[in-house]
């Protein structure tokens, strides 16, 4: 793929498809959630030829990804970006799966036993963002298959599933 954008527009809206695809596997084979604009990312730079993405491209392929609802930018000068490999909705059907794989239903767990318990492991939910699980269990919550309760720090963050 091109280092640059491309200046013929068929050609530049294919390199950009092709980018958006290969972040979000990339993001997703790597557990990656947060891409910084400025900051060192394996994927916009290879050292060993000594090329690296224009700070232009990359804007452009996170811009293209936040245009999708498959990434948001994280704050107002456009300088890290959330990205969702799989899409808040997409999160909250896969806990949904996963409480029930591990019959879990009608049961209560910390949120952080969701992101690194021993049920987690191996699994997507293994390191999911923060941000992201809570965004995923609120969504359960308004459909009523879960329960929030808080704790008196986020460490200890209970969540009832109602299944």
């Known amino acids: 793929m091109f280092s640059r954008l491309q200046p013929i527009r068929e050609t530049r809206e294919k390199q950009i ?3 958006k695809e290969l972040i979000l596997e990339y993001c997703r084979s790597q557990k990656i ?10 994927l916009f730079s290879n050292q060993s030829i000594e090329r690296s993405l224009s700070h232009e491209s990359r804007e452009v392929f996170l811009s293209a990804l936040v245009s999708e609802g498959r990434a948001e930018w994280m704050d107002k000068s456009h ?3 959330l990205i969702l490999w799989l899409k808040v909705q997409d999160w909250a059907d896969y806990i949904i799966n996963f409480v029930r794989e591990n019959g879990l ?3 209560v767990m910390t949120v ?5 318990g021993i049920e987690s492991r191996g699994t997507e939910l293994a390191g999911i963002d923060r941000g992201v699980l809570i965004r995923a269990l609120k969504l359960l919550e308004q459909k009523g298959k879960a329960a929030i309760f808080k704790g008196s720090s986020t460490d200890d963050e ?3 599933f109602n299944i």
């Open 79 to 81: 300088k890290k970006c």
């Open 33 to 42: 959630f947060i891409v910084g604009l400025d900051e060192e990312f394996s």
């Open 17 to 19: 498809q092709l980018w």
């Open 158 to 160: 209970g969540v009832k």
């Open 105 to 107: 239903e009608d049961s």
């Open 112 to 116: 952080e036993d969701i992101r690194s």
